[in-house]
Structures are given as C-alpha cells and as structure tokens.
C-alpha cells in the first residue's frame, strides 16, 4: 500500500495528492508537519533526514521531494499519459517542473508566509512587494508557453501542470497585486474544472 506522510494545507503535498487522484492510484495519507508533528520523531527521520513533507513509503520504497514524487507516481501508474513517453516531452515537462520549484516557489513564500500565515519574520512590506512583481514576471513566461495550447505540453494535461497548478491556485488566491495574463487565467480555470483538482488543491489557503 502506498502511503503519503503530509497534511492536506501544504503546497507541496496537494501536488501529490492531486498526482495520485489523476492517476488513479491507491493510497492512505498520514497527517504529519506543522500542528501535526511526526517530522522530528525517530522513525521518520530516519526514512527522511530533511524532517519535511510529503514523504511516501509504497511498499518499502521510501522517497522524499514532492516533484520527485510527482514524477516517479505518474511513471508508475500512468506512463504514456500523465507522464509523457517521448523523451523531449518529458524533458520539457520536467524543465517546467523544476522551474515551478525553483523559481516559483521562493517567491510564493513571501507573500503567502506574511500576509497569511503573518509570520513575523516574513512581514516586510517591500520584500512582499518585490516578490509580487517578480511573480507576475515570471507567470508571464507561462503565458507565452501556454499562448497556443491548452496544457503545458499541448493538448493533454500532464505531470508538469501539477506543481505549476498548485502555484498557480495560491498565486490568484493571494492578496496580491497580479498581472493579467489571460492564457495563464484560461489555463487555471481548465485546472479548477478537473475533480481531482477540486477535492485535493482547491481548499482555502492557511
């Protein structure tokens, strides 16, 4: 049985989740992180050194980093579909994959940790500001990507509009000054539209 340590509030375990529900795999989730603790017993540092979430064990098989994740759950259970076949394909896919945690993901962290969580450290107006900008910059790249497609491989939703998606649902959540970018908005309600995405990305942001 493929088991999933993380609470469903965070970002990075809704990619999982979400991954999962698309591919139509099994699994039971363990509430772990935050308010919920496990992340500094024992046991699970010692399957995860990093003492964060998600974590999955399927069948003994223990992996941390939630694109990482994403990418080995959608090869296992949905190749040739959510992960693509074609080696460029999945080249680009995870391109974009990484890009949504490396570049995406930091700035998120500003605005999301300061304006909602109010986390103290995080309360600087001006680097909320920046980090807004820079946001809006960096969606714009997304929009040329998605200016002829409906998914960011083309026609076919796939691994790679996962993390971007999740990215995507707290960037128009949050209060935020945003650019307009009508294929990014045309996208995102595509994303809203897929049950998957309702049951295991849409909740309210906290």
Not at 83 to 94: H, T
């Amino acid at each position: 049985m493929l088991t999933i340590w993380g609470r469903i509030n965070s970002i990075n375990v809704m990619k999982v989740l979400w991954a999962c529900a698309e591919a139509g795999c099994q699994f039971q989730r363990v509430d772990a992180g935050m308010e919920h603790g496990k992340v500094d017993d024992v046991d699970f540092r010692e399957m995860n050194p990093n003492g964060r979430v998600p974590m999955i064990n399927d069948d003994g098989f223990v992996l941390w980093e939630s694109n990482a994740i994403v990418r080995y759950l959608t090869y296992k259970y949905a190749l040739g579909t959510l992960y693509p076949m074609d080696i460029r394909a999945r080249a680009i896919a995870e391109q974009w994959m990484e890009w949504q945690q490396t570049t995406i993901a930091p700035h998120l962290a500003w605005p999301f940790l300061g304006l909602v969580r109010r986390i103290p450290e995080f309360r600087d107006e001006a680097r909320i500001s920046k980090a807004a900008a820079d946001l809006s910059g960096f969606f714009a790249h997304l929009d040329m990507q998605l200016a002829d497609r409906d998914f960011i491989l083309g026609d076919s939703f796939s691994m790679a509009d996962i993390p971007l998606g999740v990215s995507a649902w707290r960037w128009f959540k949050l209060p935020i000054k945003r650019a307009q970018l009508p294929n990014v908005e045309a996208w995102h309600e595509r994303l809203q539209a897929r049950p998957e995405f309702q049951q295991h990305v849409a909740h309210p942001l906290n």
